[in-house]
């Protein structure tokens, strides 16, 4: 059974950091893409940003700049440091996952992690 963990959120004032912490467990056949997504109260869940298996990222344009996505393969784990945090970048993170397998691919979401900026 697949299992994704995050941590790091909280409550942060205006231009402050986070860093963000997602970890797998279970069993994967390949790990793919690796994301962080988020969604605010009455909001459809958006994308903040990617990372492939080769580690290209790409960002949403609201947090280009600010935010840094990595990945750890070796711990299956995937991060996300925040810096000059907004009011607007309030919202429940989650992280997603994609395992790449050979009879089709799957994906899996974390339980979210709140982040909330306010001074």
């Known amino acids: 059974q697949v299992q994704l963990v995050e941590s790091g959120g909280g409550l942060v004032q205006p231009g402050g950091s986070l860093r963000l912490s997602c970890v797998a467990s279970?069993?994967?056949?390949?790990?793919?893409?690796m994301g962080w997504y988020r969604q605010a109260p009455g909001k459809q869940r958006d994308v903040v940003a990617q990372i492939t298996s080769g580690s290209r990222t790409n960002y949403a344009d609201s947090v280009k700049g600010r935010f840094t996505i990595s990945r750890d393969n070796a711990k299956s784990a995937l991060y996300l440091q925040m810096n000059s945090l907004k009011p607007e970048d309030t919202a429940v993170y989650y992280c997603?996952?994609?395992?790449?397998?050979?009879?089709?691919?799957?994906?899996?979401w974390g339980q979210g992690t709140q982040v909330t900026v306010s001074s």
């Open positions: 997603n996952i994609e395992d790449r397998r050979p009879w089709g691919p799957a994906e899996y």
């Open positions: 279970g069993s994967f056949f390949s790990i793919n893409a």
